[in-house]
Nanobody
């Protein structure tokens, strides 16, 4: 059974850090791009970051550049999103997804996780 499971979310103060994990089972992530998305209440889901499966190229939405870092460990079949200098506007449900076609539009992703909540508040 194919599954993506996110973990690492929680409540953090502004300026704090969290590390999200995305563990895959039922398939090998080696040749899949791993994307992270988020959806805040009342807003559409947006792409946050992506790392390709071919050359590990990375992409970030402008609002997180310099604060978030996406990585992957194919040996562990897991992707990560390190989030530093968190802001209240980063509060959202964070999803990971895997795409066999590379980093692209949301509809191109094959598998999705259930999400992990990140709340940034004092």
């Amino acid at each position: 059974q194919v599954q993506l499971v996110e973990s690492g979310g929680g409540l953090v103060q502004p300026g704090g850090s969290l590390r999200l994990s995305c563990a895959a089972s039922g398939f090998s992530m080696d040749y899949y791009a791993i994307g992270w998305f988020r959806q805040a209440p009342g807003k559409e889901r947006e792409a946050v970051s992506c790392i390709s499966g071919s050359d590990f190229s990375t992409y970030y939405v402008d609002s997180v550049k310099g604060r978030f870092t996406i990585t992957r460990d194919n040996a562990k079949n897991t992707g990560y999103l390190q989030m530093n200098s968190l802001k209240p506007e980063d509060t959202a449900l964070y999803y990971c997804a895997a795409a066999s076609t590379g980093c692209g539009e949301q509809y191109e992703y094959d598998y999705w996780g259930q999400g992990t909540q990140v709340t940034v508040s004092s």
